[in-house]
C-alpha cells in the first residue's frame, strides 16, 4: 500500500531530509495517490512522462528532474520543473541557461557527481565537479543548489557508502568557495536501497523510488529502459 510506504518514510526521515518520490514508469493516478500521501516533491526521469503527470498533479507537488537530460527536451522541461538534479557539462547547462532566460526564470540546479568514476554513467568526473561548478556558476539564469549522485543501484547497500563520502567531500570543497549564483544547500544522494546509508554520509535530499511505489514492472508502459 503506497500511502502506508509513504506515512513510514515520512516518519522515519530525519528532520531536514526532503523526501522525492522517485516516479519513473508510474501512472499519473499513482503519483497522485503519493503526493496525497504527504509526498511533496516527484522526481522524474523523463520530459514526456513528467508531462503526463503534471497534467493531473501540477502544482500540488513541486518537480524535480533527475533523470538523463537531452539538448532538445530542456525547453519543455524549464518549463515544468522546479529543479533539475542531473546536470553534468557546460552544454547542458548554457541551453538550460538560454530556455530559462526566454522564459524569465531562474532554474535551480544540482550538479551529478559521477563518484564512482564509471566511463557508462553520467556526472562529471570528482576531479571536474569544481571546475565544472565555476564554470556554470557564469550562467545568470541558473542557480546551483548543491550536488547529486547516483552510486549503485544493486547489491550491497554497504557499496555505496564510499560513493557518497566522496560526494560529500566534493560538495564541503565547493561551498568554501562561495562563488557567485551558488548556494550549496542541498546533497541528493541515496536511493530505496542505500538512503540511510546516505543519510549518515550528509545527504538532505533523498530519491525513492520503489520503496514507495513497489518494484518497477519495464515494458508495459514504456519503451524507456532501465537506468
Ligand atoms: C529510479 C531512480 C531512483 C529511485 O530508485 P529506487 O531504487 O526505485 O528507489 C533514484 N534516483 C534516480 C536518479 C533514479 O533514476
Same mark, same amino acid.
Request: aromatic share 6%.
Given at each position: ?47 514526456? %512522462?513528467?508531462? $503526463?503527470? +503534471?497534467? *493531473?498533479?501540477?502544482? =500540488? ?10 539538448? !532538445? ?84 547497500? %554497504?557499496?555505496? $557508502?564510499? +560513493?557518497? *563520502?566522496?560526494?560529500? =567531500? ?10 557567485? !549564483? ?46
Amino acid at each position: 500500500m503506497t500511502k502506508q510506504n509513504v506515512s513510514q518514510i515520512l516518519s522515519e526521515l530525519p528532520n531536514g531530509v526532503e523526501l522525492v518520490a522517485a516516479a519513473k514508469t508510474r501512472q499519473p493516478e499513482e503519483i497522485l495517490g503519493v503526493v496525497e500521501a504527504g509526498v511533496k516533491i516527484v522526481g522524474e526521469n523523463y520530459v514526456q %512522462e513528467a508531462v $503526463r503527470a +503534471y497534467e *493531473v498533479i501540477g502544482n =500540488k507537488a513541486k518537480w524535480h528532474f533527475i533523470g538523463y537530460l537531452q539538448t !532538445n527536451k530542456v525547453k519543455k522541461a524549464v518549463r515544468i520543473f522546479d529543479m533539475i538534479e542531473t546536470v553534468d557539462s557546460l552544454e547542458i547547462a548554457r541551453e538550460i541557461d538560454k530556455r530559462c532566460a526566454q522564459i524569465g526564470k531562474i532554474m535551480p540546479v544540482l550538479i551529478e557527481i559521477n563518484s564512482g568514476r564509471e566511463k557508462q554513467k553520467s556526472g562529471v568526473f570528482p576531479e571536474k565537479a569544481e571546475q565544472l561548478v565555476k564554470e556554470i556558476s557564469t550562467c545568470q539564469n541558473i542557480r546551483i543548489m548543491g550536488l547529486m549522485t547516483m552510486g549503485p543501484r544493486f547489491g550491497n547497500p %554497504e557499496d555505496s $557508502r564510499p +560513493y557518497f *563520502v566522496e560526494a560529500k =567531500k566534493i560538495f564541503e570543497r565547493i561551498k568554501k568557495l562561495n562563488l557567485p !549564483n551558488v548556494e550549496m544547500r542541498y546533497l541528493s544522494m541515496g536511493m530505496t536501497n542505500s538512503y540511510k546509508i546516505a543519510i549518515e554520509e550528509g545527504a538532505n535530499i533523498v530519491r525513492i523510488g520503489s520503496k514507495i511505489f513497489g518494484e518497477r514492472v519495464y515494458g508495459a508502459i514504456t519503451k524507456t529502459p532501465s537506468p
